[in-house]
């Protein structure tokens, strides 16, 4: 059977010569995706931007473990249809660390044999046999009849498609052309460079083509006429005019373009014989300190295996600064090199992309390398033109491998890789080369940071000698310092060494953060990152640094147009370049993320060369931006409240718009770590008003994650904000506080809870604060029932709602009447309790509440079960779970549920009862709640028991036991009983 796929088009499969059509657009835009990089890690979010337009994505956000996971889902369901669609076709999809890799002889993709003709082409060509080379080329030309790549959507597969045709199809094409005036098929010529010239009437070097074979035929007059209009229309456009159209232009006006000019028509200089030529050798290895990188060694191998055949093709290992590009690159060659591979020669450049001094130039490296091969210094050719064929020519046929080492960019090498198109090429940057990679054909391999164990080898391994005894806990530290950076190693383990009596604890203390970046001079981490940053634009070094005075690593798009005040498809483009630099990382769902050591470096140069107002609206922004995208998501999730005002003379940013409750809840999870820092921030700089009011928009959300005990510090720190600016905003203390207790409450830390209360209730009196008053009575009284004191419990409730009678507060009395009902149940006044159950209910429906109709109508339901009318119970507890569900109250939902659960009990519908005992303790451990969680667990192992169920009975029960860890002695001893009863 005989298998090829197609990405020309449709993406598809041809099987022995029949082609079968993959089903579900999707699937192939995948399949698609993963085909134009072959055996390369294609990230999932890479995937979601090609294959999915924004408005497909909604359905993920609605994802139980938030938008994140539910785009991971998305991809994964289709991978999985991808993998079933390839069973059989020898081609496989692996998954990556964050993405996938399809595993295919690259051969077997259309693209990729264009590419590998088109190379054999060039090579016949350049040795003369221009009759081979136009067959060849005429084939891979015919390749090219439909859309590329037509199941990808988005801008980024438009532009994908367009540097495809600009780099692969148009140079095909053109040299196409060339063969065939160099057979003298003019004709032919004519033909296609009309065709080229329909197509693509403004790419310079089908113009340079046309020019020239026009002056060759004697048109002098109309390649003028071309090219002053195909100039007047670039101009109008912006676009500038290649230095080498100019020139050929110049030689058309002065007769020195002639037929001399065309290709096949000048003489070629023979290459030299392999015996004249000398092997050029890398003199010197790097240091046997590669540690860990097994895996990417074995990548190179399988990229380019054992022949006895030379071998050409590219290979890009990107990474940060200090990671060991360089020495995987030397290591790899060395071990080849050792094995007999490469004896033609190996040559090594440092093209000094990111030095300060500036790079080397294409021209410089090319004449070192021809000198390298032994060539004569008065016949290395003066042009860059005529050093590209001279290296070609020295080196095709043979086997010669290339490291080009700290590249620039993609403009920096292409010079080179024309000269090398031979030759076995790896070339180290700290750039992504994604052009090279996605229409070069280059392989794409990233060098990670070392993990934990093999961050702890090359410690060891450096300081051995020193330290033949570690202390473990102090070389944990060193580690942690390090953040798996070789050179950040390496810098630590020199410091150890030099230090060798000082204990490594005392060491990594004094090793924290720009105390590390600026050991050593101009091999330190800010030396090598400086490098990095000098190589930006301007603008781009003005957002890295800006960047690095947001309050946590990963940010959003948004946030980061904040603090660079830019639009946000401004600030993309400067995030790619950051991404491409490995400045930056990019994650799924739009995330970026700073790794640590670079993020310290940000900061240190946020510090040196931003002024003092620039950072400080930098602080404002992202500050205003945050609190105000809060507020939106408050909004969602309390419709029934007004959310802490914004605060005076507010900078004009743009907050993200957050559609509804579950993205909502999801935005304050993902970016709990950066407000809390925010929190934090604004305190220490004196921004007190934006610190308690991003404090208040939090309420309950961290409480319906079981996260509350998280939220505490960042209270405390908001309620001394809040008393930095107690005479101009005197209600916010007092709110805080109530928070404060109120999370102190839902700890059991019962004693803590009361004091601020206490507190809390004082200053509200104090200012004349009735709002706060009554809110903390409401809790209070929650407090007292919680303690077990029914009658204080109706006296501080029935206070609450008088109060908020009297305000004529609307939304907020509906709480309070919750309450108050959950109070006088306690205290025996069923009658009482439901009167202040259906007044709640009725207060929520008016103020569109569905969270106190929710809880109104299962503790009503509650309430009808301890008087015994099971039937009612049911109905008002089955009609407060979709109020519940809907506005995502997982802990409420599960205490109806448990309400049900246990009416059909007492029924002894026992299957029943396991149903809604079962969904209780999912929504309880969901958020989690131990004493809950532990408590339907209990009634679950009740209800299975019943069943007759025990051995499922039992391990409900010891599940409970192991949830519960004590915290709750008299539910202790009911799970003891029922494991006595079993």
């Not at 598809?12 to 990089?37: F, Q, T």
């Not at 990556?96 to 259309?110: E, V």
């Not at 057979?183 to 460079?193: K, V």
């Amino acid at each position: 059977m005989t298998v090829e796929f197609k990405i020309l088009g449709k993406t598809r499969a041809v099987v022995d010569g029949s082609p079968v059509l993959l089903p579900r657009a999707k699937v192939r835009a995948i399949l698609g995706l993963l085909m134009l990089h072959p055996n390369t890690n294609v990230s999932r979010s890479k995937i979601i931007r090609n294959v999915w337009r924004p408005a497909e994505l909604g359905k993920a956000a609605a994802h139980p473990g938030g938008r994140e996971a539910g785009l991971r889902n998305l991809v994964e369901t289709h991978i999985k249809k991808a993998r079933g669609g390839l069973r059989g076709q020898q081609a496989e999809i692996k998954s990556a660390s964050d993405g996938y890799q399809l595993l295919i002889d690259k051969k077997l993709i259309d693209f990729h044999r264009f590419r590998a003709e088109v190379e054999t082409a060039r090579t016949r060509a350049s040795a003369g046999e221009h009759a081979m080379a136009r067959g060849l080329l005429a084939d891979c030309v015919e390749l090219w009849n439909d859309q590329l790549l037509e199941d990808l959507n988005g801008a980024e597969a438009e532009r994908t498609r367009s540097l495809m045709i600009a780099d692969h199809f148009v140079p095909a094409c053109l040299a196409l052309l060339d063969s065939r005036l160099a057979l003298d098929e003019h004709q032919e010529a004519f033909g296609l460079l009309n065709r080229l010239v329909d197509e693509h009437p403004k790419n310079q070097q089908v113009a340079m083509r046309r020019l020239t074979v026009l002056a060759a035929v004697g048109r002098v007059d109309e390649a003028k006429e071309h090219y002053e209009h195909l100039v007047r229309v670039l101009v109008q456009e912006g676009v500038p005019v290649l230095a080498e159209l100019r020139g050929l232009y110049g030689r058309l006006k002065s007769g020195g373009l002639n037929r001399a000019a065309v290709p096949g028509e000048a003489g070629r200089t023979p290459p030299p014989s392999a015996q004249d030529l000398t092997r050029p050798s890398i003199q010197q290895w790097p240091p046997n300190l590669l540690v860990g990188r097994e895996r990417l060694l074995k990548r190179l191998d399988s990229l380019f295996p054992v022949t006895d055949r030379p071998q050409s093709g590219v290979v890009v290992l990107h990474g940060v600064g200090g990671v060991g590009k360089t020495a995987l690159a030397l290591t790899w060659v060395a071990r080849m090199v050792a094995r007999g591979r490469f004896a033609d020669g190996q040559l090594f450049a440092d093209l000094t992309g990111y030095s300060p001094l500036g790079k080397k130039e294409p021209a410089e490296v090319l004449r070192r390398f021809l000198l390298d091969f032994g060539i004569e210094p008065d016949r290395i050719p003066t042009t860059l033109d005529r050093s590209v064929v001279r290296l070609r020519e020295l080196t095709v046929g043979r086997t010669v491998v290339v490291v080009l080492d700290n590249a620039l960019d993609e403009e920096h090498v292409r010079p080179l890789l024309a000269a090398l198109s031979g030759c076995l090429v790896l070339i180290t940057s700290r750039n992504r080369f994604e052009n090279l990679m996605v229409h070069g054909g280059a392989d794409d391999v990233e060098v990670p940071q070392l993990d934990q164990e093999e961050a702890e080898r090359l410690l060891r391994r450096v300081i051995s000698e020193s330290r033949p005894a570690l202390d473990k806990d102090g070389l944990a530290l060193l580690i942690e310092r390090g953040k798996g950076i070789p050179l950040a190693l390496r810098v630590i383990g020199a410091r150890v060494k030099k230090q060798s009596r000082v204990p490594l604890a005392v060491i990594a203390r004094e090793m924290r953060g720009n105390q590390l970046l600026d050991v050593g001079d101009k091999t330190s981490l800010a030396a090598v990152f400086s490098y990095s940053y000098i190589a930006l634009a301007e603008e781009s070094r003005r957002a890295f640094r800006l960047l690095g005075g947001h309050p946590g690593a990963s940010f959003g798009v948004g946030v980061a147009a904040a603090v660079v005040d830019l639009t946000a498809a401004e600030v993309r483009r400067h995030l790619d370049v950051l991404v491409s630099g490995h400045l930056l990382s990019q994650g799924a769902d739009d995330r970026y993320e700073f790794h640590d050591l670079i993020r310290e470096y940000a900061i240190s140069r946020l510090e040196r060369d931003s002024l003092a107002p620039e950072r400080g609206s930098s602080l404002r922004r992202m500050l205003d931006w945050y609190l105000l995208t809060a507020r939106n998501a408050y909004r969602h999730i309390h419709p029934e409240e007004d959310p802490p005002p914004p605060p005076p003379a507010c900078t004009y940013v743009v907050p993200s718009e957050l559609d509804g409750v579950d993205q909502s809840l999801s935005w304050f999870s993902q970016e709990w770590e950066n407000l809390s820092g925010a929190v934090g921030l604004a305190h220490r700089e004196r921004l007190n008003g934006h610190a308690w009011r991003i404090v208040a928009t939090f309420e309950d959300v961290l409480y319906r994650f079981g996260r509350a005990a998280e939220l505490i510090p960042v209270l405390k720190i908001g309620i001394a904000a809040a008393r930095e600016v107690r005479e101009i905003e005197p209600e916010a203390e007092a709110g805080l506080l109530n928070n404060l207790a109120f999370t102190y409450m839902n700890e059991r830390r019962y004693d803590e809870a009361l004091v601020t209360y206490r507190s809390s209730y004082v200053l509200a009196v104090e200012r004349g604060d009735r709002v706060n008053q009554a809110l903390v009575l409401g809790n209070m009284a929650y407090f007292e029932f919680r303690l077990d004191h029914p009658d204080r419990a109706v006296s501080l409730a029935e206070e609450s709602v008088a109060i908020y009678r009297s305000l004529g507060v609307g939304p907020k009395i509906g709480n309070a009447l919750v309450v108050l009902g959950v109070a006088r149940r306690a205290a025996g006044d069923f009658l009482g309790a439901a009167r202040a159950f259906n007044e709640a209910a009725r207060a929520g429906r008016k103020a569109q509440s569905l969270k106190i109709q929710g809880d109104a109508l299962a503790e009503l339901g509650a309430l009808y079960y301890h008087v015994g009318d099971l039937d009612e119970a049911i109905q008002a507890a089955l009609s407060a779970i979709p109020l519940l569900e809907k506005a995502k109250l997982d802990h409420r939902c599960g205490y109806a549920h448990l309400v049900v659960g246990r009416c059909h009990y007492a029924r002894l519908e026992v299957d029943e009862a396991i149903r809604h005992y079962g969904a209780a303790v999912l929504l309880y451990r969901r958020r989690p709640d131990r004493v809950a969680s532990a408590e339907a667990l209990t009634f679950l192992a009740q209800a299975l028991a019943a069943a007759g169920r025990n051995s499922e009975a039992e391990h409900s029960l010891v599940l409970a036991s192991e949830v519960l860890d004590g915290r709750d002695e008299a539910l202790d001893t009911q799970i003891n009983t029922q494991f006595s009863l079993l």
